[in-house]
């Protein structure tokens, strides 16, 4: 049983129903924070200002990690169509399924255009692999130039899914 202090008019069953399973994302998001790749334990952060800050900016990275996820979720191991599994239950209290999208990138570990399915650790590994090298020639050792490598296919496709162009949106800084 889910009761509320809203009236039945605002807020109705289904949707009480659907607020109270969505607290296991926010607690997803707690144990992210707490436990792994954001470590919001403030270890070496004394001060109540530096602890606020922290805890701050380990909320701004899952803020920015969410809507990656929520783009990227078409070659992650993500349900991307969770409306269409959600249509398919007929009330909220039943156990939600995931997609037949998410299955078949489940079964086959590969997308529906043929690319490998990442978890969104693994992808972020991958896109680290991208590099700008400082290079010169034999011989010419002051003619320096930048390079840049070639992104693979999926590399290509996570910065389609993300609105990005590698060439135009990474930031440069030349040093000597």
Known sequence: MIRTSLESASLGAKAAVEAYKSLASVERA??????????IRPVHVYSEDHVRAHVF?????????????????????????????????DSPVEKAEVSKSAK???DTKRTPDGLPVHSFTTLLSDLGTLMLNHASLPGQPDSRF?????????????????GMDPDRDAYISVTD
Do not use: N
């Open 30 to 39: 707690f144990i992210t924070m707490k436990a792994s790749r954001l470590r």
């Open 146 to 162: 930048l390079l840049a490598s070639e992104p693979t296919e999926l590399q290509a496709r996570a910065f389609e899914l993300l």
């Open 57 to 89: 900016l380990c909320m701004l990275a899952y803020h920015v990690e969410w809507h990656m996820r929520q783009r990227l979720a078409p070659i992650l191991f993500e349900d991307d169509d969770r409306e269409g599994a959600r249509a398919h239950r």
């Open 104 to 106: 078949a990138k489940a």
